[in-house]
């Protein structure tokens, strides 16, 4: 052979390679389909008679080794179309900008935060009112504090009213010269006393909203006019085990404004690393519809967060599983960045306000 000539090794494309890799497990299969996305290569295998589907569950992680995935492979039947689903990740999925998230937001949403970029590379942000509760879980180093800190700039940029609390006292200090944050606190007993504030302002407003024959506050605030209006109400816990192994009585009054809350606007954020039978009830995941697993330290905690597992296999910061009651299987995101929370505040419109003088004093 001459040193000029050169040898054309055959390639073959990826539907081909996963089935030849599929026919080497001996698992026989009629077609594969590719529907390329940013981040995502997404296979649908047609399955031959016969051929179960939870043979191809068992070599899941085989299959993303041959085909250089870059994270755990996901797969799942849809019954519908008859056909088993892989997913493939071929790259990271960056995070996004807060800004770009935050100017996405749809123009009805009452309280809306942003979540970030899903893995179709859609930017990703909901209507907290809808939920109307939010449960995150994460351990620790998976940037549960990074996402709330989204929440918490989405919230602020909507002018809703904030009730923080941080029993670590290094989160939320940044935000207390906002005068849309009502309160910060760092003991379970001061956090019992802001969830019973907001339980009788909750009350406040059935009361209001029955005068008005309302059913909701957003059918309130189509009534009246924008100076009148009833702001979104938001009480976000950053590790909610700190609060309820020290009280327990405190879970009482929030579950009873989880309940109640979505009528008067009054949502809950319960956020935690470590999501365990003991500090997630099942009194809390019965009023939290919305829910959110970063990586997770164990398939166990998964299933407390999400029902099942999954959150054990996440391998980047920031990446977490959302699930609420919409949605048939949880949908993989990647929170976004905000490098200077300071920085983020001041490019939020419309023009946040901070506190004055004397309220800062009687705060």
């Not at 019954?79 to 749809?106: C, H, T, W």
């Not at 009054?253 to 109640?260: E, F």
């Not at 998964?302 to 299987?329: F, H, M, N, P």
């Amino acid at each position: 052979m001459k040193t000029s000539e050169v040898i054309e090794i055959f390639e073959p494309n990826k539907e081909e390679k996963l089935f030849r890799l599929l026919k080497s497990f001996g698992i026989k299969a009629n077609s594969v389909k590719l529907n390329k996305k940013r981040f995502f290569d997404i296979y649908d295998v047609k399955l031959a008679n016969g051929v179960r589907s939870s043979r191809l569950d068992r070599v899941l992680v085989d299959i993303g080794m041959a085909m250089s995935s870059y994270s755990h492979p996901n797969g799942h039947p849809i019954m519908k179309d008859g056909i088993y689903r892989i997913e493939i990740q071929r790259e990271e999925i960056e995070p996004p900008l807060f800004g770009q998230v935050y100017n996405s937001f749809a123009k009805n949403h009452y309280a809306p935060i942003a979540l970030g970029i899903d893995s179709l590379g859609e930017l990703l942000s909901i209507d907290l009112n809808d939920l109307p509760n939010l449960l995150v879980g994460g351990t620790t180093g998976s940037g549960k504090s990074v996402l709330l800190h989204s929440f918490v700039l989405s919230l602020i940029g909507s002018d809703a009213l904030l009730y923080l609390i941080d029993p670590k006292m290094v989160e939320f200090g940044v935000y207390s010269d906002f005068s849309s944050v009502k309160s910060i606190v760092n003991s379970a007993e001061d956090a019992g006393l802001v969830i019973e504030e907001v339980r009788l302002i909750m009350e406040s407003r059935f009361s209001i909203l029955h005068k008005a024959g309302c059913r909701s506050v957003i059918e309130y605030n189509k009534r009246i006019s924008s100076r009148s209006r009833m702001q979104p109400i938001v009480i976000i816990v950053d590790e909610w085990a700190d609060i309820v192994l020290q009280d327990k009585d405190v879970q009482k009054t929030l579950c009873l404004v989880a309940q109640k809350g979505r009528a008067a606007g009054v949502s809950i954020i319960l956020a935690t690393q470590r999501p365990s039978c003991r500090v997630i009830s099942g009194l809390i995941k019965s009023n939290f519809s919305g829910r959110i697993a970063l990586k997770v330290a164990s398939a166990v905690d998964s299933r407390v967060i999400l029902d099942r597992g999954g959150a054990e296999k996440i391998t980047d910061v920031g990446t977490g599983l959302y699930l609420d009651g919409t949605l048939s299987k949880p949908k993989l995101f990647r929170a976004p960045f905000a490098k200077d929370v300071q920085r983020e505040l001041s490019q939020i419109k419309p023009a946040v306000k901070k506190k004055s003088f004397w309220d800062r004093l009687l705060s």
